[in-house]
Nanobody
Framework: QVQLVESGGGLVQAGGSLRLSCAAS????????MGWFRQAPGKEREFVAAIGRTTIRYYADSVKGRFTISRDNAKNTVYLQMNSLKPEDTAIYYCAGTPQADVTTTRYDYWGQGTQVTVSS
């Protein structure tokens, strides 16, 4: 069982930056592919970024070049650095984990409770 807790959300002006963190429980964090997803009001949840066991990264086109996913296995934590934020980035951001090695997988088994990110214009 893996428990995930996100933090770092908030209100920021367009063009600003935020860093989200996701702390994971469990001793096998390093073996999991970790991902970030987001859900805006009235929209379906969408993939944002993923990082594999070997730090291979995968991004949605909408955030490529602006967001960076990273992980610190010693701290059981995955991060999402978000730069050049746009109002359309406003959403609840969720951290997720899966034992699948493929960073393009859509099969995530564990989810956090989410953290709100609001970008004002």
């Amino acid at each position: 069982q893996v428990q995930l807790v996100e933090s770092g959300g908030g209100l920021v002006q367009a063009g600003g930056s935020l860093r989200l963190s996701c702390a994971a429980s469990g001793r096998i964090f390093s073996m999991y592919t970790m991902g970030w997803f987001r859900q805006a009001p009235g929209k379906e949840r969408e993939f944002v970024a993923a990082i594999g066991r070997t730090t291979i990264r995968y991004y949605a086109d909408s955030v490529k070049g602006r967001f960076t996913i990273s992980r610190d296995n010693a701290k059981n934590t995955v991060y999402l650095q978000m730069n050049s934020l746009k109002p359309e980035d406003t959403a609840i951001y969720y951290c997720a984990g899966t034992p699948q090695a493929d960073v393009t997988t859509t099969r995530y088994d564990y989810w956090g409770q989410g953290t709100q990110v609001t970008v004002s214009s």
